[in-house]
Each structure stands twice: as structure tokens, then as C-alpha cells.
Antibody, heavy 120, light 110 residues
Framework: EVQLVESGGGLVQPGGSLRLSCAAS????????MHWVRQATGKGLEWVSA???????YYPGSVKGRFTISRENAKNSLYLQMNSLRAGDTAVYYC??????????????WGRGTLVTVSS | SSELTQDPAVSVALGQTVRITCQGD??????ASWYQQKPGQAPVLVIY???NRPSGIPDRFSGSSSGNTASLTITGAQAEDEADYYC?????????????FGGGTKLTVL
């Protein structure tokens, strides 16, 4: 079955760190760009990070310097190392696959998400 | 970075047609993709590219684009279409490449 399964979420204190994982199965993981997208409770989707097939990485200003995305193709796994966490980082974090079709790029596969709560 | 603007809420009578719009500068360079999200579930892709539907998405969903505005149209809305809808595109403003989501539109089917 083609799927993405996130893990590693939980409760962490402000200023703390957490590492999320995303296990991919049913497709050739190394051939796809992968992203993390988050959603605070009752709020919209927010793009968090991306990693290309060549290992190139991208971040929005809100997490740049604090979050690091990485991948381990041999293990079909995507990671998100989150440091210096703030209350505003509290959200469900989704792992998502990007499909490239000519000039089009879109998220064609999503995991179910893992909840990160930053609170003292 | 660029932003994508959506109306927070839209309603439609059962069986009628509704258009959900998304505005942003990035849409002048990139097509939007559209995602449906129901409570407690992950987003699901409904439209991508110029006007393409993934397998399994009903043909009542369609997309269009003009200038800085992308639109998702549901022709003959059904009760099961009640959900939040998000647009998304790449963003190449400034000195970096990224991605951006609209704030989402809550669709109510009356």
C-alpha cells in the first residue's frame, strides 16, 4: 500500500527539541521531493520545509535556522529535527509527497499527521 | 514571501454550483493545486495543474486560472463536499523558492 506514516510527536517544553519521522512505503521514496506541512488546531495549512531528491532543502522564514529536514533513502524515511521550539509551533505535522508532472508540482500523498504540543 | 488569499467561508445550496477563489502574485507564474480537508482528516488533492483531477475525484470538481486568481468550481455540490478547501502554489518571490497555502475556505452545503 502506498502510504506515509508520521511519528515522533508529543509534548515538549518551550525551547526544547523534537525529531519527527515519516515512514514511506509502496513507492520509490528516493524519486520524490518530500515536504512537511503543519496545521495548528482550527487553523490553516502552513508549509514547513521541503527536501529534493538531491538533498536540497527549503524553509520558510518562520522556521529557518530552527528546523532541519533530512531524508534517509535507504530506510525510506523523512525526518524533521525541530529545535528552539515555541508555543506557536504547536500543530499537527503532516508529511507529504510531491508529484512532478511537467511544470506542475502538487502534494499527491499525505500522511495522517503527528501532533506536536509545545507547552510548559 | 507571497501570500494566497481565500474567502474564509462560502455556502451553496445542495445541487447548485459554487466557486472558491484564491488570489496571489505567485499564481501569475504557477498553477494552483487544491485540497479538500474534512474534520480530523488529512488533506486530499482534488485539482492540480491547469485543470486536472486525480483518480477518484468526481468530475463535478474543476479548476481554472486567470491572472493572479485561481478558482475551484464545484458543479452540483453534494452534501459530502462540505469541507475546508485550500489552494497552494510554489512561491519564487524574494531570494528563495518555497511553497505557500491559502488561508482556506470553509464550504457549507445547505
Amino acid at each position: 500500500e502506498v502510504q506515509l506514516v508520521e511519528s515522533g510527536g508529543g509534548l515538549v517544553q518551550p525551547g526544547g527539541s523534537l525529531r519527527l519521522s515519516c515512514a514511506a512505503s509502496g513507492f520509490t521514496f528516493s524519486s520524490y521531493d518530500m515536504h512537511w506541512v503543519r496545521q495548528a488546531t482550527g487553523k490553516g495549512l502552513e508549509w514547513v520545509s521541503a527536501i529534493g531528491t538531491a538533498g536540497d532543502t527549503y524553509y520558510p522564514g518562520s522556521v529557518k535556522g530552527r528546523f532541519t529536514i533530512s531524508r534517509e533513502n535507504a530506510k525510506n524515511s523523512l525526518y524533521l529535527q525541530m529545535n528552539s521550539l515555541r508555543a506557536g509551533d504547536t500543530a499537527v505535522y503532516y508529511c507529504a509527497r510531491v508529484k512532478v508532472a511537467g511544470p506542475d508540482r502538487y502534494f499527491d500523498l499525505w500522511g495522517r499527521g503527528t501532533l506536536v504540543t509545545v507547552s510548559s | 514571501s507571497s501570500e494566497l488569499t481565500q474567502d474564509p467561508a462560502v455556502s451553496v445550496a445542495l445541487g447548485q454550483t459554487v466557486r472558491i477563489t484564491c488570489q496571489g502574485d505567485s499564481l501569475r507564474s504557477y498553477y494552483a493545486s487544491w485540497y479538500q480537508q474534512k474534520p480530523g482528516q488529512a488533506p486530499v488533492l482534488v485539482i492540480y495543474g491547469k485543470n486536472n483531477r486525480p483518480s477518484g475525484i468526481p468530475d463535478r470538481f474543476s479548476g481554472s486560472s486567470s491572472g493572479n486568481t485561481a478558482s475551484l468550481t464545484i458543479t452540483g455540490a453534494q452534501a459530502e463536499d462540505e469541507a475546508d478547501y485550500y489552494c497552494n502554489s510554489r512561491d519564487s518571490s524574494g531570494n528563495h523558492l518555497g511553497w505557500v497555502f491559502g488561508g482556506g475556505t470553509k464550504l457549507t452545503v445547505l
